[in-house]
C-alpha cells in the first residue's frame, strides 16, 4: 500500500507563494494521476488540480487556474502544487492523492499540510 507524505505548508501573507511537495513511498509507474485536493474548516474537501502521471497532461479548478501549477517528477515519485498569489480563501488543509485507474476514484491520500493565508 503506498503512502504520501506531503510537505511545504505554512502561514503567509496573501499575495505571496508556496510550493507544496508530496512524495509516494512505492514506484507510481502505472498509476493513472496524482491530485491535490485541499479542505477549509467548515467545509467539504474539494478538487484543486491533476496531473495524468504518463502524460503530464493537468486540469484545475476554475478558482486556481491560472494561479496554481501541478507538476510531477516520476524519477522521484512526486508531485507538487506550486501556488502563486495566494488569497485568503485558498486557506486550507491540503492533500495529495493517487488515482490508480481512469475513470474510478482517487484511492489513496496524504495526511495533509496546512495552507494559512493571512495578512
Known amino acids: 500500500q503506498v503512502q504520501l507524505v506531503e510537505s511545504g505548508g505554512g502561514l503567509v501573507q496573501p499575495g505571496a507563494s508556496l510550493r507544496l511537495s508530496c512524495a509516494a513511498s512505492?514506484?507510481?509507474?502505472?498509476?493513472?494521476?496524482m491530485g491535490w485536493f485541499r479542505q477549509a474548516p467548515g467545509k467539504e474537501r474539494e478538487f484543486v488540480a491533476q496531473?495524468?502521471?504518463?502524460?503530464?497532461?493537468?486540469r484545475y479548478t476554475d478558482s486556481v487556474r491560472g494561479r496554481f501549477t501541478i507538476s510531477r517528477d516520476r524519477s522521484k515519485n512526486a508531485v507538487y502544487l506550486q501556488m502563486n498569489n495566494l488569497k485568503s480563501e485558498d486557506t486550507a488543509v491540503y492533500y495529495c492523492?493517487?488515482?490508480?485507474?481512469?475513470?474510478?476514484?482517487?484511492?489513496?491520500w496524504g495526511q495533509g499540510t496546512q495552507v494559512t493565508v493571512s495578512s
Open positions: 512505492l514506484d507510481m509507474f502505472n498509476i493513472y494521476s
Open positions: 496531473v495524468v502521471w504518463s502524460s503530464g497532461s493537468t
Open positions: 492523492a493517487k488515482k490508480q485507474i481512469a475513470g474510478n476514484e482517487f484511492d489513496a
